[in-house]
């Protein structure tokens, strides 16, 4: 990922490639602070206690890498651990574990699973409310930020040599404001209409963040959810003409969030007129992941990309009734041969892929 650019211009450009950097023994970040949801959260939604026997809390979730339950949702680590790890820091605390010794010099993680981008009153409003997992949006994730500002910095001047060298990861979010809709029935017209709301929200937070002295953004745009085995469950159809011959993948749903990408992209082209002064980076999830939905076998998913690791069984191994950890769902034995880990998260080792997309700049834009 072209994260910086310290070597040749500054450290406000991210557009030398971390193998450099890392070669070089530099580490170009002091910190980093996370936001999002699922895809990203190391133990917030656990520690909330939003649900009361939340299966992420016990094997098989975290069996690959920690060799335990951590509140990840996959069986390891994630894109933001592989970032972290990368830049040599330490993986990110959730930020409901902090205690008051806690040092949080080097980032803390806001992410929360279920979290969406637009407040929770947006899909109160629209009957959707029930069927959320978490009133912890991207404003509330943001506020924690603003309530731990002051433990960071004092001084303006302090505040910015703190955050100069320091990366803001906003996202992915906004995946499930739009999972959620769908789930119960919304269709791709009204999700299209909920666009510019949730990429709003998205950008309104990346400026909140600029506004309190964030000068290095990284945001990613949303995974291709024609891909998940949720969404192939859901919206299984015999009519073969809605799915792509190169992958198996449900097109309509893949161009949705196509769709939300590139309106998160043109939005972050107006965001970057009125900050100049600050490095917005696109992270393209999308770009990164669909090289090994299209060719599997060269990743080494020997076994396929669409059907989930751990599932209670179907065409895509993804049961409503019985999902992962659940009675009457079983893992495999080789997560790091599937992409999909439990039918809507992807495995470590999908995650690591798309790290390394990152890492090394193909998948990093900024424009």
């Known amino acids: 990922m072209k994260l910086i650019n310290i070597l040749v211009v500054s450290s406000l450009c991210l557009t030398l490639c971390l193998s450099t950097l890392v070669s070089s023994s530099l580490q170009p970040y002091q910190a980093i602070f996370n936001f999002g949801d699922s895809l990203s959260d190391t133990g917030n939604f656990l520690l909330s206690g939003a649900l009361a026997f939340p299966v992420i809390g016990k094997l098989p979730y975290g069996e690959t890498f920690f060799q335990h339950a951590t509140g990840r949702c996959s069986d390891g680590r994630l894109v933001v651990d592989f970032i972290v790890e990368a830049f040599g820091l330490p993986l990110l605390p959730p930020y409901l574990a902090l205690n008051k010794t806690q040092d949080i010099q080097h980032g803390v993680n806001f992410a929360v699973a279920g979290a969406t981008a637009l407040d929770p009153e947006f899909f109160y409003q629209r009957k959707i409310g029930p069927v959320m997992w978490t009133n912890d949006s991207l404003s509330t994730q943001l506020g924690w930020f603003k309530k731990l500002k002051p433990s960071l910095c004092s001084t303006k001047q302090e505040c910015d040599n703190y955050f100069k060298k320091t990366l803001f990861l906003v996202g992915e979010i906004g995946g499930n404001d739009y999972n959620y809709a769908f789930f119960v029935g919304g ?114 998913f020997k076994s396929g990309t669409l059907r989930a690791c751990c599932g209670g069984g179907g065409s895509y191994n993804f049961n409503n009734s019985a999902r992962c950890g659940h009675i009457g769902s079983t893992a495999c034995k080789d997560p790091s041969s599937y992409v999909n880990w439990d039918g809507i998260h992807l495995t470590e080792a999908a995650y690591r892929y798309i790290a390394e997309g990152l890492i090394h700049g193909q998948f990093t834009k900024p424009i």
């Open 187 to 300: 269709n791709m017209e009204q999700l299209k209409a909920s666009v510019p709301y949730v990429v709003g929200a998205i950008t309104n937070a990346t400026s909140a963040l600029i506004e309190e002295g964030a000068v290095e953004l990284l945001v990613p745009g949303n995974l291709p959810i024609g891909c998940s085995a949720v969404y192939l469950t859901l919206f299984q159809t015999t009519n073969r003409a809605y799915y792509d011959k190169r992958n198996g993948c449900l097109k309509a749903f893949n161009a949705f969030s196509k769709y939300h990408n590139s309106e998160l992209k043109r939005a972050l082209a107006t965001l970057r007129q009125k900050y100049p002064h600050a490095n917005i980076i696109y992270a393209d999830y999308y770009g990164a992941a669909m090289p090994f939905f299209h060719a599997p076998q060269h990743y080494g």
